[in-house]
């Protein structure tokens, strides 16, 4: 069966953005990621120094100077040199930023899918359909807590940011040796969990 050319874009279009986005978190191209990375750094830096509501009002002001600022200019060299060009954002001003129906009803449903995935998980951790994976989901959320009393959700953005775009190029560089050690350390933590696993009265392994 021939896939619809609708289907066909849309497939097209979410490759190029996983392209895009594998792309940036490698740096292969430093004029693209450096851009990005200073900006979103500079965003979170901003909101660790004021609030949002003065954040988003600063970046509106600056954003909204340099557009005016373009736009006398563009017209006051127009009518300097008197020439007909029109407005200087008028292509920009004609493109579709609106959302499609069809667009909406996907993430829509991505939405969906994913609140109730989540709404299942916890109810599955919580009401301890299986001991075992309740007690780590308890011991995560014990180190959790260490974690808030040590750095605040904006600290943690950050440190999160730094790794997405650090990470990945470590781990392409050094690909080898961090799985050896994954390994071993997946091992480790496997006997211990086996040990633990025996020591808890009236517990059945899923394969038995």
């Not at 600056?62 to 300097?80: D, M, N």
């Not at 009393?149 to 781990?171: C, D, H, Q, R």
Request: aromatic content about 12%.
């Amino acid at each position: 069966m021939q896939a619809s050319p609708d289907s066909t874009k849309m497939e097209c279009s979410r490759t190029g953005w996983k392209y895009q986005a594998m792309d940036l978190l490698y740096w292969r191209d430093l004029k693209q990621t450096g851009p990005v990375f200073g900006s979103v750094m500079l965003l979170l830096f901003s909101l660790t120094q004021f609030s949002v509501v003065s954040v988003i009002a600063y970046l509106a002001l600056a954003a909204l100077s340099a557009t005016i600022s373009f736009r006398v200019y563009k017209s006051v060299l127009q009518a300097v040199q008197k020439t007909d060009e029109g407005h200087p954002f008028k292509s920009y001003l004609d493109m579709e930023v609106c959302l499609s129906q069809d667009q909406m009803q996907t993430y829509a449903e991505k939405a969906q899918q994913y609140i109730n995935s989540t709404l299942k998980e916890l109810r599955r951790l919580f009401l301890v359909q299986d001991l075992v994976d309740s007690l780590k989901f308890a011991v995560l959320m014990w180190l959790l807590t260490y974690v808030g009393a040590l750095f605040n959700g904006l600290t943690l953005m950050i440190l999160a940011v730094v790794s997405m775009f650090s990470v990945p190029v470590v781990y392409e560089k050094y690909q080898t040796q961090i799985d050896q050690y994954l390994g071993l350390v997946r091992t480790h933590v496997g006997s211990i969990v086996a040990k633990i696993q025996e020591k808890i009265p009236g517990f059945k392994r899923k394969e038995e």
